[in-house]
C-alpha cells in the first residue's frame, strides 16, 4: 500500500528553523530517488531538495545552502532540515519520489508558514 505522511511543519519567525519528517510505504522509499516539493501561495508544486538511494543531493537554487534533505533507509523516511527559514518559504511541503507528477499519489502535506 502507497503511503507517505508528511510532518513537522508549523509556524515559524523569519531566520527560524524547521524539521520535516516523512514516513514513506517501501514500495515507494526503497528503489526511488525521494524529493521534498512544495507548493507556495498561488504557484505549481516545485521540487526543493531531493536524494538517492545512495545518499546524493540536490537542491533549489532558492533553498541552496539553507535546506539540508536526508534519508534513513532503516526507517524508510526522508527528512528536511531547513534553516535560515524566510517568509517566502511558506507554503505546504510534500514529500515524493523525485519523479512524482500531479497525478500520483500525494500525502496530505505539512504547511509551513514563516512569518516576518
Known amino acids: 500500500q502507497v503511503q507517505l505522511v508528511e510532518s513537522g511543519g508549523g509556524l515559524v519567525e523569519a531566520g527560524g528553523s524547521l524539521r520535516l519528517s516523512c514516513a514513506a510505504s517501501?514500495?515507494?522509499?526503497?528503489?526511488?530517488?525521494m524529493g521534498w516539493f512544495r507548493q507556495l501561495p498561488g504557484k505549481q508544486r516545485e521540487l526543493v531538495a531531493g536524494?538517492?538511494?545512495?545518499?546524493?543531493?540536490d537542491y533549489a537554487i532558492s533553498v541552496k545552502g539553507r535546506f539540508t534533505i536526508s534519508r534513513d533507509n532503516a526507517k524508510n523516511a526522508v527528512y528536511l532540515q531547513m534553516n535560515s527559514l524566510k517568509p517566502e518559504d511558506t507554503g505546504v511541503y510534500y514529500c515524493?519520489?523525485?519523479?512524482?507528477?500531479?497525478?500520483?499519489?500525494w500525502g496530505q502535506g505539512t504547511q509551513v508558514t514563516v512569518s516576518s
Open positions: 517501501r514500495s515507494i522509499f526503497s528503489i526511488n530517488a
Open positions: 515524493n519520489h523525485q519523479r512524482a507528477i500531479s497525478r500520483d499519489y
Open positions: 536524494i538517492t538511494t545512495g545518499g546524493t543531493t
